[in-house]
């Protein structure tokens, strides 16, 4: 069974930088399809970044594209999302989510691509 667990959310000023890692466990990272999706306050659960399994090529939400990266570490089975020039707009739970499948490149934003999803994290930007 997969495990996510992630961390590194807090308080951050606009335009300020913050790193969130997602812990793997029960499975290493590089055969997962990783993502991370976000929910901000009373608004539904939107895509923001997701690295494929194979070749972990990444793509972005175009709403983030340029400042928030999405990358993982294999040798500590881990995922991150680096976000940088953040916006009181980012103010949201981030989730980390990962997937068996081997998604065509439409997929990885979608929701139901995912197979296990972590508790989130929570993200505020203000000043």
């Known amino acids: 069974q997969v495990q996510l667990v992630e961390s590194g959310g807090g308080l951050v000023q606009p335009g300020g930088s913050l790193r969130l890692s997602c812990a793997v466990s029960g499975r290493t990272v590089s055969t997962l399809a990783m993502a991370w999706f976000r929910q901000p306050p009373g608004k539904e659960r939107e895509f923001v970044a997701a690295m494929k399994r194979v070749g972990g090529t990444s793509y972005a939400a175009d709403v983030v594209k340029g400042r928030f990266t999405i990358s993982r570490d294999n040798g500590k089975n881990t995922a991150y999302l680096r976000m940088s020039n953040l916006d009181p707009e980012d103010t949201a739970n981030y989730y980390c989510?990962?997937?068996?499948?081997?998604?065509?490149?439409?997929?990885?934003?979608?929701?139901?691509?995912?197979?296990?999803w972590g508790q989130g994290t929570q993200v505020i930007v203000s000043s």
């Open positions: 989510a990962a997937g068996t499948g081997s998604p065509i490149t439409s997929s990885l934003g979608l929701r139901s691509t995912y197979d296990y």
